[in-house]
């Protein structure tokens, strides 16, 4: 039926078209407007085709270009579009109809005009924008809360806040619906306008106490299809009226306390139970009239809390049991109240403590008495009877103790020595009697006897270690300290006082005693004299420490003194030779090559080790570039050749250097005379020898380097003999 209705529509309007282009052909009369209605959902995509203009409008397509075809954008706000090419009037903008038609009436147009030019004419077109379900209700609160007293009656009305649907007719809000709940329900009424209100109505009686916050979902419904939904939550807070009494655990309670209980001891806390909230349920508890006066004099009760309190003494002997009737009221308007009964049964108790008598005391004995002394007479007493007067007695088991408790008679105990003292180990026992009687609980004392152990000169002085090696260096301070040679001796008094002494030795007709002392109270060492390395390199001695005890014991230790080498010797220069002190003239020819040799530096050292490791450096040197020297073997060479700009003379300063901390030098002056021909030694200039170049160290060196020399060459001499030997039997092979 709509596509019959469509299609009368746009004959009507294609004939209406036709005689207004008549009109304006034969009368040129002002255009004429002719109304075209079209009805599209809103929300269309952008680009959907609403209706063929060109075809409604009875016009041509070409003459939509050629005229110039257009909407008035003001009108249609730019939701509309004429597709030139088609005729089609196309939607260019989706569509909101709450947005575009914010009143709630059920039609919603959009209209626009349709322009011509040349000659101008004007078309009407209205489009209805049709209602979708596309808004689901709202509800202007989320949550809506509501305080209802569990005294309020059944039929009790509550107003809610309503939803609301942007969509219109049937797309709008249709029904609310409730969760489900035993004691609401809703009514929901229609206005004048046809908007649906809710209420909210109580059906049956609260109960706070069993239920006091409830939670219930509002869903707002509408007509469309399909149908959407918006939800809210109703919180009721139900009021507490003062509808319940306290009530007790128990209707009767009993409770044990001892005697002699402190004062402020807490004997039961009352714990009763209010349903109620507020006012409603703070309790305050009380004694009735039925609680005698002495029973308040002993216990109190805290009204706030319900704790019942020792007040003042309570005394087995003098009264068992005690009863008291106590309430317990709530602070409500119309306050209610709840009874119990508290018997409170006094427990007796072992309240006397055993007594320790100890006699013939010990306090102080040798180390060496023998096992089976006796040390003391102990004994027991409890004026409790029963099993609170039967007494125990033992030693205090958390330590091993070489005692032994024996009983002698009826409540009486010795105290015996049962393993060999040893007061090296334990100087002292503090010996703990535990004292303790069967009552319930158990009373008991700790009596604690200090005995005292007296040394004897039962242990020998022991060294730290049985060898000592001393290291000294040589030059050393006379009446240095050099160690300490302490003994270590456990006995006390004149047992423990250790003299020591060095053994007598004589090493190379001298005594240990010229070379070294030892304090005979300290054990502290000390070297008499300054030692010399190059003369002395160790010494062996015993030293002893003895106590003072009787019979005196004693301990010895061997002691090794090492003397270390220190670098208090400089390197002495023995080549080339040159009286003391003078400068060493080294004549060569102008001629020499690169490389020759001029003279050989060697220095020696008495030192030992790295103090004696010699090293050579140029200090100082006329031409650097001319010469060279050897770091290790003192080799002084050429660089280069000589050349006609060279001075005839060249001076070299070399010094030998130690590798000791700190380093020791010797120097030597070089100086190079170069010539064109060198003289046959025989011609030289003679030198005179000063005698006093051969001291006793320099002869030592000279003796040394020949040693060395001589060792060299018959090392040189065994390995040709065994070459060759090699070479024979290679060629008998």
Same mark, same amino acid.
């Given at each position: 039926?709509?596509?019959?209705?469509?299609?009368?529509?746009?004959?009507?309007?294609?004939?209406?078209?036709?005689?207004?282009?008549?009109?304006?052909?034969?009368?040129?009369?002002?255009?004429?407007?002719?109304?075209?209605?079209?009805?599209?959902?809103?929300?269309?995509?952008?680009?959907?085709?609403?209706?063929?203009?060109?075809?409604?409008?009875?016009?041509?397509?070409?003459?939509?270009?050629?005229?110039?075809?257009?909407?008035?954008?003001?009108?249609?706000?730019?939701?509309?579009?004429?597709?030139?090419?088609?005729?089609?009037?196309?939607?260019?903008?989706?569509?909101?109809?709450?947005?575009?038609?914010?009143?709630?009436?059920?039609?919603?147009?959009?209209?626009?005009?349709?322009?011509?030019?040349?000659?101008?004419?004007?078309?009407?077109?209205?489009?209805?924008?049709?209602?979708?379900?596309?808004?689901?209700?709202?509800?202007?609160?989320?949550?809506?809360?509501?305080?209802?007293?569990?005294?309020?009656?059944?039929?009790?009305?509550?107003?809610?806040?309503?939803?609301?649907?942007?969509?219109?007719?049937?797309?709008?809000?249709?029904?609310?619906?409730?969760?489900?709940?035993?004691?609401?329900?809703?009514?929901?009424?229609?206005?004048?306008?046809?908007?649906?209100?809710?209420?909210?109505?109580?059906?049956?009686?609260?109960?706070?106490?069993?239920?006091?916050?409830?939670?219930?979902?509002?869903?707002?419904?509408?007509?469309?299809?399909?149908?959407?939904?918006?939800?809210?939550?109703?919180?009721?807070?139900?009021?507490?009226?003062?509808?319940?009494?306290?009530?007790?655990?128990?209707?009767?309670?009993?409770?044990?306390?001892?005697?002699?209980?402190?004062?402020?001891?807490?004997?039961?806390?009352?714990?009763?139970?209010?349903?109620?909230?507020?006012?409603?349920?703070?309790?305050?508890?009380?004694?009735?009239?039925?609680?005698?006066?002495?029973?308040?004099?002993?216990?109190?009760?805290?009204?706030?809390?319900?704790?019942?309190?020792?007040?003042?003494?309570?005394?087995?002997?003098?009264?068992?049991?005690?009863?008291?009737?106590?309430?317990?009221?709530?602070?409500?308007?119309?306050?209610?109240?709840?009874?119990?009964?508290?018997?409170?049964?006094?427990?007796?108790?072992?309240?006397?403590?055993?007594?320790?008598?100890?006699?013939?005391?010990?306090?102080?004995?040798?180390?060496?008495?023998?096992?089976?002394?006796?040390?003391?007479?102990?004994?027991?007493?409890?004026?409790?009877?029963?099993?609170?007067?039967?007494?125990?007695?033992?030693?205090?088991?958390?330590?091993?103790?070489?005692?032994?408790?024996?009983?002698?008679?009826?409540?009486?105990?010795?105290?015996?020595?049962?393993?060999?003292?040893?007061?090296?180990?334990?100087?002292?026992?503090?010996?703990?009697?535990?004292? *303790?009687?069967? +009552? &319930?609980?158990? /009373?008991?004392? %700790?009596? $604690?006897?200090?005995?005292? #152990?007296? !040394?004897? @000169?039962? =242990?020998?002085?022991?060294?730290?270690?049985?060898?000592?090696?001393?290291?000294?260096?040589?030059?050393?301070?006379?009446?240095?300290?050099?160690?300490?040679?302490?003994?270590?001796?456990?006995?006390?008094?004149?047992?423990?006082?250790?003299?020591?002494?060095?053994?007598?030795?004589?090493?190379?007709?001298?005594?240990?005693?010229?070379?070294?002392?030892?304090?005979?109270?300290?054990?502290?060492?000390?070297?008499?004299?300054?030692?010399?390395?190059?003369?002395?390199?160790?010494?062996?001695?015993?030293?002893?420490? *003895?106590?003072? +005890? &009787?019979?005196? /014991?004693?301990? %010895?230790? $061997?002691?090794?003194?090492? #003397?270390? !080498?220190? @670098?208090? =010797?400089?390197?002495?220069?023995?080549?080339?030779?040159?009286?003391?002190?003078?400068?060493?003239?080294?004549?060569?020819?102008?001629?020499?090559?690169?490389?020759?040799?001029?003279?050989?530096?060697?220095?020696?050292?008495?030192?030992?080790?790295?103090?004696?490791?010699?090293?050579?450096?140029?200090?100082?040197?006329?031409?650097?570039?001319?010469?060279?020297?050897?770091?290790?073997?003192?080799?002084?060479?050429?660089?280069?050749?000589?050349?006609?700009?060279?001075?005839?003379?060249?001076?070299?300063?070399?010094?030998?250097?130690?590798?000791?901390?700190?380093?020791?030098?010797?120097?030597?002056?070089?100086?190079?005379?170069?010539?064109? @021909?060198?003289?046959?030694?025989?011609?030289?200039?003679?030198?005179?020898?000063?005698?006093?170049?051969?001291?006793?160290?320099?002869?030592?060196?000279?003796?040394?380097?020949?040693?060395?020399?001589?060792?060299?060459?018959?090392?040189?001499?065994?390995?040709?003999?065994?070459?060759?030997?090699?070479?024979?039997?290679?060629?008998?092979?």
């Amino acid at each position: 039926m709509a596509l019959f209705a469509a299609a009368a529509r746009q004959r009507t309007q294609r004939r209406m078209a036709a005689m207004c282009e008549i009109a304006i052909a034969m009368s040129m009369l002002a255009p004429c407007a002719a109304i075209t209605r079209y009805s599209v959902p809103e929300e269309m995509a952008a680009g959907s085709v609403v209706a063929n203009l060109a075809t409604d409008l009875g016009l041509d397509i070409p003459s939509l270009t050629e005229r110039r075809a257009k909407l008035d954008s003001f009108q249609s706000k730019g939701y509309l579009g004429i597709n030139r090419d088609t005729g089609d009037l196309v939607i260019r903008e989706r569509m909101d109809r709450e947005s575009i038609c914010t009143s709630k009436t059920a039609s919603c147009f959009l209209k626009t005009d349709v322009i011509l030019e040349d000659p101008v004419r004007i078309f009407n077109v209205e489009l209805e924008i049709l209602d979708i379900n596309d808004n689901a209700p709202v509800f202007r609160r989320k949550t809506m809360r509501l305080d209802v007293s569990e005294a309020t009656a059944p039929g009790e009305r509550f107003s809610l806040t309503n939803a609301v649907d942007a969509d219109v007719g049937a797309n709008s809000i249709k029904t609310y619906r409730l969760s489900e709940s035993e004691s609401f329900s809703i009514d929901i009424q229609t206005g004048s306008d046809g908007s649906k209100y809710v209420d909210l109505v109580l059906t049956s009686r609260l109960d706070r106490e069993q239920r006091g916050l409830q939670t219930l979902i509002l869903t707002a419904v509408d007509g469309g299809t399909p149908a959407r939904s918006g939800t809210a939550s109703i919180v009721i807070n139900v009021l507490d009226i003062n509808d319940n009494a306290p009530v007790f655990g128990k209707s009767a309670y009993e409770v044990n306390v001892t005697e002699n209980a402190s004062v402020g001891t807490v004997v039961m806390t009352l714990n009763a139970t209010d349903l109620d909230e507020g006012k409603n349920a703070e309790l305050l508890y009380s004694y009735t009239l039925y609680t005698s006066e002495k029973t308040q004099e002993v216990f109190s009760l805290d009204p706030s809390t319900g704790d019942i309190k020792v007040k003042g003494p309570i005394d087995y002997e003098d009264i068992q049991s005690f009863e008291m009737y106590i309430q317990a009221h709530d602070q409500g308007s119309t306050p209610l109240s709840g009874q119990c009964k508290v018997t409170v049964y006094v427990v007796d108790l072992n309240d006397n403590y055993p007594v320790v008598t100890i006699k013939s005391l010990k306090t102080r004995v040798r180390e060496d008495v023998p096992v089976g002394t006796l040390i003391a007479v102990v004994s027991v007493s409890d004026k409790d009877s029963g099993d609170n007067g039967v007494v125990e007695i033992s030693l205090n088991h958390q330590a091993t103790l070489p005692f032994v408790l024996n009983k002698s008679s009826e409540d009486y105990f010795e105290l015996l020595v049962s393993e060999a003292l040893d007061r090296e180990m334990t100087d002292r026992y503090d010996i703990t009697l535990r004292v *303790r009687d069967r +009552g &319930s609980p158990s /009373l008991g004392e %700790n009596e $604690t006897i200090i005995l005292e #152990i007296l !040394d004897i @000169n039962d =242990n020998a002085p022991a060294f730290p270690q049985s060898f000592y090696t001393i290291h000294v260096p040589e030059n050393n301070a006379p009446g240095a300290l050099l160690t300490s040679l302490s003994a270590y001796d456990p006995d006390l008094h004149e047992n423990q006082y250790l003299v020591y002494f060095i053994m007598e030795k004589e090493t190379a007709n001298t005594s240990m005693s010229m070379l070294f002392s030892i304090n005979p109270e300290n054990g502290n060492l000390y070297a008499l004299k300054s030692f010399d390395y190059e003369i002395e390199r160790d010494f062996l001695f015993h030293a002893e420490a *003895r106590d003072s +005890g &009787s019979p005196p /014991l004693s301990a %010895n230790v $061997t002691v090794r003194i090492v #003397i270390q !080498d220190q @670098n208090d =010797n400089a390197p002495v220069i023995v080549a080339p030779w040159r009286p003391q002190g003078s400068v060493v003239e080294e004549v060569i020819p102008r001629s020499a090559d690169k490389g020759h040799l001029i003279a050989k530096v060697i220095a020696i050292d008495a030192d030992s080790e790295q103090n004696a490791r010699v090293t050579y450096q140029v200090l100082q040197m006329s031409d650097t570039s001319l010469f060279s020297l050897d770091q290790y073997n003192g080799e002084i060479r050429t660089t280069r050749m000589f050349s006609y700009r060279d001075p005839r003379q060249q001076r070299l300063v070399i010094v030998a250097k130690d590798n000791g901390e700190p380093s020791l030098s010797a120097t030597v002056t070089v100086k190079i005379t170069t010539v064109e @021909n060198v003289l046959p030694f025989s011609e030289a200039t003679e030198v005179p020898i000063e005698y006093d170049l051969f001291t006793d160290l320099n002869l030592y060196l000279v003796i040394g380097l020949g040693a060395v020399s001589f060792l060299l060459l018959i090392t040189i001499l065994v390995i040709i003999v065994l070459n060759g030997r090699e070479e024979e039997d290679d060629d008998d092979a």
